[in-house]
Each structure stands twice: as C-alpha cells, then as structure tokens.
C-alpha cells in the first residue's frame, strides 16, 4: 500500500497539468485577443515621410473610453503640421470588425517639437471600436499602416 501523502501528491500533481494544458489549449482556440496583440509596431516609410513622426505605441485607456497613439518625432517642421491638422486627424480602424475612430479629444499643439522626442494623441474611442488585443489600421494623408497592435 502507497502512503498517503504520495498519492495526494500525484493527484495534486495531474489536477495542476490538466489545468494548465486546458489553459493552453483555451488560449490558442480564442486566438490573439486572448494572448493580446504584442509585437513590434510596423513601420511605414510612406507615412513616415508625410508626417514626420514614426508611430510606436497604440493603447486603449481610460476604462476603453480613450485610445492614446504615442508616436516619435523624426521631422519637427512635418511634425508640427500633422499634429496641427485637427481637420485630418489619422483615422484608426480596428482590423477585425467595422468600425474605428478619428475623434481626436486632445492634440497639444503651439510648442517646439524636437526629434526623437515622444508625443502622443488621445481619440475618443466611440462605440468601443479599438480594442485592446487587436490590431488596427492607421490611415492618414492617403497613407496606411496596417497591423498597429493595441495595448
């Protein structure tokens, strides 16, 4: 006869292994937004040279109310002009279902922008069209860059 112990230990041991090979399984079945969208963001030469700023962060906010696009300044004159451009702010949609946004909220400008320096903008996320875990699209100036992962 087996002492006790040992066997509620390896009872222990093949509850803990089914949960966890459950846990795997349950996240490659529910795809990306389950692991969240990671990686780098894309880059796009084509945007880059339009606005001056390269994107390197998208997130969402603000109890999903808020989506925030960090980007970093690489032409301050180009810059300074997208940043301005309230009429035309870039417009972020979502790659997974209808829908995006391009109410921007906040967009600081009248200050010297300096490259490699870091600024962002702050878009209402209307009807929850960005979310967390996927990817989007950002377009602007006839430009896109395509598989924006949010945070």
């Given at each position: 006869?087996?002492?006790?112990?040992?066997?509620?230990?390896?009872?222990?041991?093949?509850?803990?292994?089914?949960?966890?090979?459950?846990?795997?399984?349950?996240?490659?079945?529910?795809?990306?937004?389950?692991?969240?969208?990671?990686?780098?963001?894309?880059r796009s030469a084509g945007l880059e040279k339009v606005t001056g700023v390269?994107?390197?962060?998208?997130?969402?906010?603000?109890?999903?109310?808020?989506?925030?696009?960090?980007?970093?300044?690489?032409?301050?004159?180009?810059?300074?002009?997208?940043?301005?451009?309230?009429?035309?702010?870039?417009?972020?949609?979502?790659?997974?279902?209808?829908?995006?946004?391009?109410?921007?909220?906040?967009?600081?400008?009248?200050?010297?922008?300096?490259?490699?320096?870091?600024y962002y903008l702050v878009y209402q996320n209307t009807g929850n069209a960005?979310?967390?875990?996927?990817t989007i699209t950002l377009t602007y100036g006839g430009r896109a860059l395509?598989?924006?992962?949010?945070?």
């Amino acid at each position: 006869m087996m002492p006790r112990r040992f066997v509620l230990n390896v009872v222990l041991l093949a509850v803990v292994a089914v949960l966890a090979a459950m846990c795997a399984v349950l996240a490659l079945r529910l795809g990306p937004e389950a692991r969240g969208a990671t990686g780098p963001v894309p880059r796009s030469a084509g945007l880059e040279k339009v606005t001056g700023v390269r994107i390197s962060r998208v997130a969402v906010v603000g109890d999903g109310g808020l989506v925030t696009v960090f980007y970093v300044v690489l032409d301050p004159e180009k810059a300074s002009r997208f940043q301005a451009d309230r009429e035309h702010s870039p417009r972020l949609s979502s790659e997974r279902r209808d829908g995006g946004t391009q109410r921007t909220s906040i967009m600081r400008t009248g200050h010297q922008m300096r490259a490699g320096q870091t600024y962002y903008l702050v878009y209402q996320n209307t009807g929850n069209a960005v979310r967390s875990g996927e990817t989007i699209t950002l377009t602007y100036g006839g430009r896109a860059l395509h598989h924006v992962p949010v945070l």
